[in-house]
């Protein structure tokens, strides 16, 4: 677990877990982030770059491994993780 970067989905999540939003960065992250309720987030990278009002569809599986995610409205985000 830990900072290793997945490069390949062969192998289901073996957990999941329901996402809020902190201003601390996800640990461990998840390998993916399933959305069950449709809404928007704001994440922030390592790098500090920022990105807001990003829309989230109920249903689907987004490959990305959030750094933070700053804020949530409407949506139920849930983690994926190994």
Do not use: C, W
Not at 40 to 65: C, K, R, S, W, Y
Not at 68 to 73: D, L, R, V, Y
Request: aromatic share 6%; glycine share 8%; net charge negative.
């Amino acid at each position: 677990m830990g900072t290793e970067t997945l490069t390949s989905y062969t192998h289901p999540a073996g957990k999941l877990k329901k996402i809020t939003a902190s201003a601390s960065p996800q640990d461990p992250r998840p390998r993916a982030l399933y959305i069950d309720t449709a809404g928007t987030m704001d994440i922030e990278n390592e790098d500090a770059t920022t990105e807001a009002g990003i829309n989230l569809v109920a249903g689907t599986v987004v490959p990305f491994q959030a750094y933070k995610i700053t804020a949530i409205s409407g949506a139920i985000i849930m983690g994926l993780y190994e």
